[in-house]
Each structure stands twice: as C-alpha cells, then as structure tokens.
C-alpha cells in the first residue's frame, strides 16, 4: 500500500499536503480501497470557512456513502472538477489526479493532530 513520507494523515484517512499556507486535501489508497469502486464525490462547500474535523464533502462508492472530515481548519478554495467526470481517479491516483480539495488554512490552523506516514501506517496495520 501507498503511504507517501511527504505527507500528513488523519485518522478518518484524508491526506494532506502542506505547502505554504495552502493544503491539498484527499482520501487516503487505504481508504479508497475500503470504499470500492468510486461512482460520485459532492463537495458543495468551495468558499466556505470549514473547521478541522467538519464534513467538507462526501463520496460516494457502489454500496456506501462517506463523509469528508477536514483535516485543517480554513477555507476551501478549490473542488478538483476532473472528479466530476472521472471520480474512479480517486481509487486509480489518490494521491495524484484524485486529489479533492485545495485550502488556505487558518492562521490559527491545527496541525498538531495530523499523522505522519509511519503513524498512519501503524493505525492501519501496516
């Protein structure tokens, strides 16, 4: 399983990429495989201020709909439209052309909570 070093995980297994002031946030290999066949991602919150820990979205899979946690507190300025005609790139390119959203955190955001790859592989099983 895929578990990139560079990046920072949460335990409802979204990563994020932090780069400056802005995170790109997706599900983790682990979860999209958990999930099964990807058929729909909703993400009706671009331009809200979003908490850590609330529902930015959801994403649907063929036998079950999941809630999208944010994983840093700020405001979601991006939806990756390409999901909208191809959400299966979430299951093929989690980390790449499934990315879901891009942020620009909070000055006060949290990312003390956030795992880093060997942690998230421990909460896994890996």
Do not use: R
């Not at 995980?9 to 790109?24: L, M, P, Q, S």
């Not at 066949?37 to 930015?56: C, L, M, R, W």
């Not at 649907?60 to 939806?79: C, N, Q, R």
């Not at 955190?105 to 421990?122: F, V």
């Amino acid at each position: 399983m895929n578990i990139p070093a560079d990046l920072k995980y949460t335990k409802d297994h979204e990563w994020v990429k932090i780069e400056g002031n802005t995170a790109t946030v997706g599900i983790t290999e682990f979860a999209s495989k958990e999930l099964g066949d990807i058929v729909f991602i909703e993400v009706d919150t671009v331009g809200e201020e979003i908490n850590q820990s609330d529902v930015f979205g959801t994403v649907e899979a063929v036998k079950t709909v999941s809630d999208l946690f944010m994983p840093v507190s700020g405001t979601i300025d991006e939806f990756n439209e390409a999901l909208e005609d191809s959400p299966e790139s979430v299951n093929l390119d989690p980390y790449g052309d499934g990315w879901m959203i891009k942020v620009t955190m909070a000055g006060d955001a949290d990312t003390s909570e956030l795992l880093d790859a060997d942690a998230y592989k421990e909460l896994i099983g890996q």
